[in-house]
């Protein structure tokens, strides 16, 4: 069953900086959701607080499941997935950073080299399988961050400007894959983006942030 | 400049001809110098964790005590232990001293501050953003834990090399605690310390010698630690 976000009245301040001001936002339908609005507009607090790894100052975040509102537990955390603007690359190779969400789920040997290989085919690095993934490029690493979060097969997925400070080339890899993610797996794909050429390429839902609250554009 | 050269063509020829009061020495250094290391990075290595992950009252002042500890006096630890294992001390009923035992005790707490300060310095330079890619991969808060020290490996094993050569090398505590008991407790910086005021140098020479090399293994192993560590660190 596809599982739903409703963030209702978000506050969250850094320092005195309100960054966010009652924000609300929710959706049950999949799809590429592009959420755009210039740098510092706290798009990125927003996702984090999605995602469940930071706690708001005020308001809430719910995830429902057919109707039902889902306790936000670990078995909740491990259905969505956010890939932060820098890929924190673990210091291994290429196959061991993308097994990484499956080896703390329990995911057996196999099934792992199985969903891996396909995955590294989708993102084009498969050739990069053995390699120490620090020594990837920014276009590679950023392919190498959907990859690890495409594999552990998430129902919703949070990237966070996945294109910022990357080469034309990688960008133009990086958004085939978006507009692939759907078929992939299903995935309810949310992103980020200060483009809004690449926004507009890229939505089903076009959403702007303005002043720590979101809109339909 | 005869004697010289004469002590180092016989430490030679002690070594090439596996000289078995050699061997036994050599083999007693290891054996005290590698347990009091795995003592030391048991206890070390989950301490550093804890003083890297969890947050406490007066924390600073323990990492403070730590960092102060690793410049330990040898001779003080020796002293020390002496004192708690000595026939009137309150753990002499363990009769322990003058045994590779003690050896290993004072070793142990010489080699503790060093792997816990130095791993838990690698810890908390491991970048924040591992934390958060981690935690958004589905990680428990003691996944999140183990994935930060595998990331700070070779800090952690750079700080437990370091403590081995630091204990290796160490003659203060193991001579007060140990005794230099012929074929007991006598180990090789014990043994270069005694033959040497008796005037017999090719026994301290090929000691000293072995001692080098092994100084020499440590520190390759630790370059090439560090260096294995600093793949793409361009990035």
């Given at each position: 069953m596809k599982i739903g976000l409703a963030a209702s009245n978000i506050w969250k301040s850094y320092n005195g900086n309100q960054?966010?001001?009652n924000c609300s936002f929710s959706f049950n339908d999949d799809g590429v959701y592009v959420l755009t609005g210039s740098n510092g507009c706290g798009k990125s607090t927003f996702f984090r607080i999605c995602a469940l790894i930071e706690l708001p100052d005020r308001g809430d975040i719910s995830y429902f499941s057919d109707g039902e509102i889902m306790q936000k537990n670990l078995e909740l955390k491990r259905r969505i997935t956010l890939l932060l603007p820098k890929v924190g690359v673990f210091n291994t190779t290429v196959f061991k950073n993308i097994a990484y969400g499956l080896t703390i789920r329990g995911i057996k040997r196999a099934e792992s080299e199985e969903r891996i290989n396909k995955v590294l085919e989708f993102v084009q690095l498969g050739h990069k399988i053995?390699?120490?993934?620090?020594?990837?490029s920014s276009g590679e690493t950023q392919r190498l961050g959907i990859a690890r979060a495409l594999v552990i097969e998430p129902e919703i997925l949070f990237l966070d400007e996945?294109?910022?400070?990357?080469d034309q080339k990688n960008t133009e890899i990086i958004e085939d894959i978006i507009l692939k993610m759907k078929n992939y797996h299903k995935a309810t794909v949310i992103m980020t983006t200060h483009d809004m050429q690449q926004a507009r390429r890229l939505a089903g839902y076009l959403l702007v942030m303005n002043e720590g609250q979101i809109s339909a554009a | 400049m005869s004697s010289i050269i004469e002590g180092f063509t016989r430490a030679f020829s002690l070594i090439l001809n596996l000289d078995k009061e050699l061997l036994g020495i050599i083999f007693l250094s290891i054996k005290v110098s590698g347990t009091a290391l795995i003592v030391a990075t048991l206890f070390g290595v989950p301490l550093s964790a804890l003083l890297g992950f969890k947050k406490f009252p007066l924390k600073g002042f323990f990492i403070s005590i730590l960092n102060t500890f690793m410049g330990l006096p040898p001779v003080v630890v020796g002293l020390f232990i002496y004192l708690l294992l000595s026939?009137?001390?309150?753990?002499?009923?363990?009769?322990?001293?003058?045994t590779p035992t003690a050896m290993i005790i004072a070793q142990s707490v010489l080699a503790f501050p060093i792997v816990s300060s130095l791993s838990h310095s690698a810890i908390i330079s491991v970048d924040p953003i591992i934390k958060q890619a981690s935690m958004t991969l589905g990680a428990t808060p003691f996944q999140t834990s183990l994935t930060i020290v595998r990331e700070a490996r070779f800090g952690i094993m750079s700080g437990i090399i370091a403590a081995f050569g630091r204990v290796m090398a160490e003659v203060g505590a193991i001579l007060i605690v140990?005794?230099?008991?012929?074929?007991?407790?006598?180990v090789m910086t014990t043994t270069i310390a005694l033959e040497t005021d008796k005037g017999n140098f090719e026994l301290a020479l090929a000691l000293g010698i072995i001692l080098l090399t092994i100084a020499l293994v440590i520190n390759s192993a630790l370059h090439l630690i560090q260096k294995k560590g600093t793949v793409g660190a361009n990035r």
């Open positions: 960054v966010l001001k053995n390699q120490n993934a620090l020594t990837l996945p294109t910022a400070s990357i | 026939r009137s001390g309150p753990l002499g009923f363990l009769a322990l001293l003058y140990g005794g230099n008991i012929a074929g007991f407790t006598r």
